[in-house]
């Protein structure tokens, strides 16, 4: 949504969906155009891709896992910048376990070098986010992808087709910006942790999708409104109201 992006393919579960279009339903209430997709098996990100094809069809598209969590000041701007490029556009960010993540290694250049799924012995600590854009040569490249020793469609494996047609950009995130893969129990705890905190000292919501759509202009006043009340006397309803007080 910071993105600009209204429409939106979530692909889930078959445990999942129905409690995802619970949550969410079709997007509309917020502006937004949402639609779903089943992965039966867990058998690799680039098979998102391929499930995708239809809704894609040949625009360039962002895709982000669910798990990933992203804050930092400057984020849209990052976000609208990247879709200027073609081919493909990455964002990698420093850790100290590169170990557990799909890597970036650059030449001494600073152009990408070559990019590998959790390597045993990492050349770089430059992490490959769950966050990515493409154009529409990735379908085909996720179709051409064979398994991994996992038995999944990796989704390096398609990265490494634009980096070996020299159609590779990346953005390295700031120090500014805080990034976590919230796929284990601790790690989810930290990022709950990091929002609670910025919210009780701001004031202001973490990623309240509401918000982003009525400050975009993709709903009005009186559905901010609307939404406000459906939550009758919570918290998040006095939040949904309040916007339209100080703004």
């Not at 992006?5 to 619970?22: M, W």
């Not at 004031?203 to 918000?211: D, L, P, R, S, V």
């Amino acid at each position: 949504m910071l993105a600009g992006i209204r429409e939106v393919l979530i692909i889930t579960t078959p445990r999942d969906s129905e409690s995802y279009k619970e949550l969410i339903g079709n997007g509309s209430s917020i502006g937004m155009n949402i639609s779903y997709e089943i992965q039966v098996k867990p058998e690799g990100l680039a098979q998102a891709l391929i499930l995708g094809e239809k809704f894609l069809g040949q625009e360039k598209f962002a895709m982000i896992l669910g798990d990933n969590f992203f804050y930092g000041a400057g984020l849209p701007n990052t976000l609208t910048n990247a879709q200027i490029f073609s081919g493909a556009q990455i964002f990698v960010y420093e850790v100290s376990n590169p170990e557990n993540y799909g890597v970036l290694t650059l030449s001494d250049n600073g152009i990408p070098k070559n990019v590998i799924e959790k390597p045993i012995l990492p050349q770089s600590n430059l992490a490959i986010t769950g966050l990515y854009f493409f154009d529409q040569d990735a379908i085909s490249f996720a179709k051409e992808t064979t398994p991994s020793k996992r038995g999944e469609l990796e989704i390096t494996s398609v990265i490494n087709q634009y980096l070996k047609q020299c159609r590779l950009n990346f953005t390295r995130l700031s120090r500014g910006v805080a990034w976590l893969d919230t796929g284990n129990p601790n790690s989810l705890h930290d990022a709950a942790s990091l929002v609670k905190i910025i919210e009780e000292r701001t004031g202001h919501k973490i990623a309240c999708i509401e918000e982003i759509a009525w400050r975009n202009n993709w709903i009005s006043d009186s559905q901010l409104l609307e939404i406000a009340s459906s939550f009758t006397i919570s918290e998040y309803g006095k939040y949904l109201r309040k916007l339209l007080s100080y703004d």
